[in-house]
């Protein structure tokens, strides 16, 4: 079966949102892609606690300024789709309110006729933290356990109750409910993050690890799904691809995955797809200016996966 594959809609500030969302949308859908998705950024710190990523030393990239809200990006994307899937990769759970943010999934997949994919993760930055003092960065993981514990309620049947350390949710009618349940995804790098995927979610979503070492981590993850007594084969591999393009060929030393020529793109995703991987999300907004642009990028690197077999 062929991989698939995602395009991450523009949101960074040059981009003319009103216009460019809707046409790249619409032409990312007519191109073959199976899934459309957003980012977020809360804000850009012009002082920042740390690097980014949480790097010693990594400055954030200007193209981090500005980023336009994520599930504002995926309703304009959904109100001019029909079959692509809509997912966020990912919404920094812990800076949401739960209620809130299970409400405005569950919208959304009802609206779009159930193709929302959460993709959700803990993040990183002290700063994005900082500005949202309901959810200190200390705690983060015991809050994302519990945001996760009142989407499943909240997503279930009428009356909702819920009791938590933070939330609390006297028996009510909540509603929308999504027209599915919605898939969940998680960003997850060490063993206690990949538990979390391998007990609670539908998919994993990693970014930036290069083959070998992704299929290592891949195989632990789902040793961990069966001894938790899950069907390993249930969950979903979704890899996120920030692509960085460049004119020459970059040397395999100094390369990382999904950065050099459109060439050296598709071929990383021909050796993600020989190591498991269902479904690869190419973001290339940071590579063109508008939706002519990123239409045109997207469809010729659809069309060159497709042509390398995969």
């Keep these: 079966m062929a991989i698939r594959l995602g395009l991450g809609l523009p949101q960074m500030k040059w981009y003319d949102l009103g216009h460019d969302v809707v046409e790249v949308a619409r032409a990312a859908e007519e191109t073959g892609y199976e899934s459309l998705w957003v980012f977020e950024r809360v804000l850009f710190p012009e002082r920042p606690q740390q690097g980014l990523y949480g790097i010693p030393g990594l400055s954030w990239p200007d193209r981090y300024r500005s980023v336009a809200d994520p599930l504002v990006v995926l309703s304009l994307a959904g109100a001019v789709t029909q079959r ?55 705690e983060r993981g015991a809050v994302f356990d519990e945001l996760l514990d009142v989407c499943a309620a909240v997503w279930g049947p009428d009356p909702v109750s819920y009791q938590g350390t933070r939330t609390v949710i006297r028996a009510s009618e909540v509603g929308p409910k999504p027209a599915r349940p919605i898939p969940i995804y998680l960003a997850a790098t060490s063993r206690k993050t990949l538990d979390r995927v391998a007990r609670r979610a539908d998919g994993w979503m ?3 690890i290069p083959p070998e070492q992704l299929a290592a981590q891949w195989q632990e993850l789902t040793e961990m799904a069966v001894s938790h007594g899950r069907d390993a084969d249930e969950l979903d591999l979704c890899v996120r691809a920030n692509v960085r393009l460049t004119d020459a060929p970059v040397e395999d030393t100094e390369r990382r995955p999904f950065m050099g020529t459109v060439e050296q793109v598709v071929e990383d995703v021909v050796r993600q797809a020989a190591v498991g991987v269902q479904e690869v999300l190419l973001d290339l907004q940071a590579n063109t200016r508008d939706a002519k642009e990123l239409a045109d990028l997207a469809a ?11």
Excluded: M
């Design 206 to 208: 990693p970014a930036g």
């Design 84 to 138: 692509a899937r809509l997912g966020t990769s990912v919404l920094i759970a812990p800076l949401h309110v739960p209620v809130q943010l299970a409400r405005s999934l569950a919208t959304l997949d009802a609206a779009s006729g159930g193709r929302v994919v959460a993709g959700l993760g803990t993040g990183w930055s002290l700063d994005e933290y900082a500005a949202a003092p309901f959810a200190p960065f200390e």
């Design 300 to 310: 010729q690197v659809y069309a060159d996966v497709r042509a390398a077999g995969v």
